[in-house]
């Protein structure tokens, strides 16, 4: 049960965050103002659309210029704990 996810997954700077704000109709994920991350671990917000609800979830971006290839592989990872039984596509 609970909400269907809507992962964003894309490189650093391709707009993730604030995709998932435009879906939201919100401000609530942080976005940067060029190509590194703002982004660090993933994190996710509930809305109500055509009368269901959502997760959204933002995750760092692929190539992070400022993280190991190991830490952006655990921050990935952890966004399975956010979305859990959620993903439906």
Do not use: C, M
Request: charge should be negative.
């Amino acid at each position: 049960g609970g909400p269907a996810a809507v992962v964003l997954l894309g490189p650093s700077g391709s707009g993730k965050s604030e995709t998932g704000n435009t879906l939201l109709d919100s401000g609530l994920f942080k976005v940067s103002g060029g190509l590194e991350s703002e982004t660090l671990i993933p994190s996710a917000h509930v809305t109500d659309f055509g009368g269901r609800q959502w997760q959204v979830v933002d995750t760092p971006g692929y190539f992070d210029t400022s993280r190991t290839p190991e830490e952006l592989a655990a921050a990935l990872e952890r966004f399975s704990e956010i979305v859990s039984d959620h993903i439906v596509a």
